[in-house]
Structures are given as C-alpha cells and as structure tokens.
C-alpha cells in the first residue's frame, strides 16, 4: 500500500509541475532588475489566553531541567504588526517552528515565513532561517528565499525585543527587515 500510495503522490506532483501556470510566467523575474525593500514590522508572540500563537510541540526529557529549555520545539503563528501594539494593523503571520538548540545560552533555532495577509505586499512570503540568541539585545535572522513581491528574496532581519510581560511570556518584537529580490 504504502508504494502505491507514494508513486499516486509522485505522478500527482509531477503533472501539477509540469502543468502551465497562468498567473506568473517561469522565469519572468530574469527580465526584471534587483530591487532593494526596507520595512519595520512588529512580531507579537503570544503565549497566554485562550488562543496562543507560540505553542510547544516536543521536549526531550531534559529540557526542563537544563538552565537553557535545550530541547524545546515550538510552532508559531504570529500576528505580524505595522507597530507595537496589539490594536495595530495585522499585514501578516510569521509561521513557523523554532527550537531551543544551545547547552550555554537561552538561544533558538528559527525555521519560518513571514507570510504577508495585507497591505502592498498581500499574497507575498520571505523565508526565514536563523540563530536566535534571545537575550542578547540585538539579534540578526537570515532571509534565504521569498515568493510574490519578494520573488529571490535574499537579506537580513535585524530583531530586537520591545515588549516582553515575564508573569504572560507575551513579547512584541521589532524586525527592521533589508532584503534583495526581483
């Protein structure tokens, strides 16, 4: 069953690859010159309430015992703000996962995607990789791909923490985003 299963999903894929597209013709962004955006948004990570948007997924059985929460695996889908407060526009999600992947110091692994829900950039996604030392107070996450707008999106997203509520773990965060696309 489970090889039938796989060559349905491969022979599916591979038609839906090699059907054409009508919304953006392949290869359309080498015609189109490099262009360089800024932007300042505000990530809010909600961990309290009923609807939390920073949820553990796995631990191993250390990680409560180890002084940095190694171990920890968490998702995320968090609100993407145009400024630091909680009645401010939503222009997108960042979706994703991080792990706490250090033995000395409180700091993350970030696999995610700004995906972006309104504004000039509706419909468009930057990809985002990096290490995260949390406490530090100035941290820097790669961007590594993007999609719409920000198609070959290349950059970097310099994070620092605005607000963090230490009874909640609730926290706003500033990413002043530079990034490279066509």
């Known amino acids: 069953m489970g090889k039938q299963v ?6 599916f894929f ?7 597209g009508d919304d953006i013709p392949m290869g359309s962004w080498l015609q189109a010159k490099e ?6 948004l505000y990530v809010q990570d909600i961990l309290s309430g009923p609807n939390p948007s920073n949820v553990q997924v796995a631990s191993a059985n250390s990680t409560f015992t180890s002084p940095t929460l190694f171990g920890l695996v968490a998702v995320l889908d968090d609100p ?3 400024e630091p407060n909680p009645d401010a526009e939503i222009v997108g999600r960042a979706q994703g996962l991080f792990a706490f992947a250090s033995l000395e110091e409180i700091s993350l692994h970030f696999t ?31 961007v590594v791909g993007g999609t719409g707008f920000f198609q070959l999106a290349r950059g970097i997203i310099g994070v620092r923490t605005v ?3 230490s009874s ?12 490279l696309h066509y």
């Open 163 to 165: 607000s963090f509520n």
């Open 14 to 20: 591979s038609i839906a690859i090699a059907a054409p």
């Open 80 to 82: 993407v703000r145009t």
């Open 35 to 40: 262009k360089v955006t800024q932007l300042q």
């Open 6 to 11: 796989y060559l349905v999903l491969m022979l």
């Open 112 to 142: 995610f995607d700004l995906v972006f829900t309104g504004g000039e950039y509706n419909g468009s996604v930057l990809n985002i990789v990096g290490h995260n030392p949390y406490l530090h107070e100035y941290r820097e996450l790669s």
């Open 168 to 179: 909640t773990g609730d926290a706003f965060f500033q990413y002043n985003i530079t990034v």
